[in-house]
Nanobody, 124 residues
């Protein structure tokens, strides 16, 4: 089992920045791919970014490419999502997710473990 706890959400003005963190505990010795997803009210959960175990490969949704950066520190068992140039359309609950084996990086069905989510609200 893997437990994920997100933190770092909050209220920010448009153009501002936030850094989300995801603390990973449990079977941290496994080579998990980590991802960030988000869900706005009335909308489906959507892929934001993902990172391989080594950190050597990263993937981003087109909507956040160039503004968001995913990274990980395996020594600290933590995954980060640096979010810059935030816009009101980025408002959502952001979820951290883990997958022991993945083929489709942007599919939430591929991720076995999920955190409880952290709210990000961007005001205009």
């Amino acid at each position: 089992q893997v437990q994920l706890v997100e933190s770092g959400g909050g209220l920010v003005q448009a153009g501002g920045s936030l850094r989300l963190s995801c603390a990973v505990s449990g079977r941290t010795g496994s080579t998990y791919t980590m991802g960030w997803f988000r869900q706005a009210p009335g909308k489906e959960r959507e892929f934001v970014a993902a990172i391989s175990w080594s950190g050597g490969r990263t993937y981003y949704a087109d909507s956040v490419q160039g503004r968001f950066t995913i990274s990980r520190n395996n020594a600290k068992n933590t995954v980060y999502l640096q979010m810059n140039s935030l816009q009101p359309e980025d408002t959502a609950v952001y979820y951290c997710a883990a997958s022991p084996r993945i083929t489709a990086w942007n599919s939430h069905y591929e991720y076995n473990y999920w955190g409880q989510g952290t709210q990000v609200t961007v005001s205009s």
